[in-house]
Antibody, heavy 127, light 112 residues
């Protein structure tokens, strides 16, 4: 059974950098049948997909346009985890951040399900 | 971006009675691989979202069979055949056919 454990600070000041990590157990970040996503949730914006990484003979990264200029996702196979870095945070980045695994078929190209979800990290950006 | 519109915003239901939530997408969710990537999530207070249904009608592991999904193209429905107290929460539809993945604003299921 796959489990995702999130870690990272919950309080930031504007202009600081948000760094969150999602540790994976029960699967490999380098799996050819998974993708590793970041999603956030706030009262004003609802659920918002931020980006993903996945490995298919090489690493791929996709980002939402809304955060692309400020966001970096990284994968660390040695620690079996992936991370999110969001630069120059603003109060509107205040949200609960989730990491989520997406399952794919054997070919690695057709999606199955979005599960599991990490426990969530409440990030507050305030001066 | 694909806009996901859910109705109703709130649904008061009597225990044991059915409930239905609709979700409409601004574009077809049929992917080039032939699959339709529409999922339903349930979120209980203070918890992360939980997957109920994926690819329109596939119940995820452990999801009770009183939950069912249907639809095609741009119109989708989540039905609960007999609402139980544990079903209280907010339900979201989610499309993953096209980037960026997008979500409905949620339907709050309450017990009358």
């Amino acid at each position: 059974q796959v489990h995702l454990q999130q870690s990272g600070p919950g309080l930031l000041k504007p202009s600081q950098t948000l760094s969150l990590t999602c540790a994976i157990s029960g699967d490999s970040v380098s799996s050819n049948t998974a993708a590793w996503n970041w999603i956030r949730q706030s009262p004003s914006r609802g659920l918002e997909w931020l980006g993903r990484t996945y490995y298919r003979s090489q690493w791929y990264f996709d980002y939402a346009v809304s955060v692309k200029s400020r966001m970096t996702i990284d994968a660390d196979a040695s620690k079996n985890q992936f991370s999110l870095q969001l630069n120059s945070v603003i109060p509107e980045d205040t949200a609960i951040y989730y990491c989520v695994r997406v399952d794919y078929d054997r070919s690695g190209s057709s999606q199955n399900w979005f599960d599991p979800w990490g426990q969530g990290t409440l990030v507050t950006v305030s001066s | 971006d694909i806009v996901m519109t859910q109705t109703p915003l709130s649904s008061p239901v009597t225990l044991g009675q059915p409930a239905s939530i609709s979700c409409r997408s601004s574009q077809s969710l049929v992917h080039t691989d032939g699959n339709t990537y529409l999922s339903w999530l349930q979120q209980r207070p203070g918890q992360p979202p939980r997957l109920l249904i994926y690819k329109i009608s596939n119940r995820f592991s452990g999801v009770p069979d009183r939950f069912g999904g249907s639809g095609a193209g741009t119109d989708f429905t989540l039905k609960i055949s007999r609402v139980e107290a544990e079903d209280v929460g907010v339900y979201y539809c989610m499309q993953t056919a096209q980037f960026p993945y997008t979500f409905g604003r949620g339907t709050k299921l309450e017990i009358k």
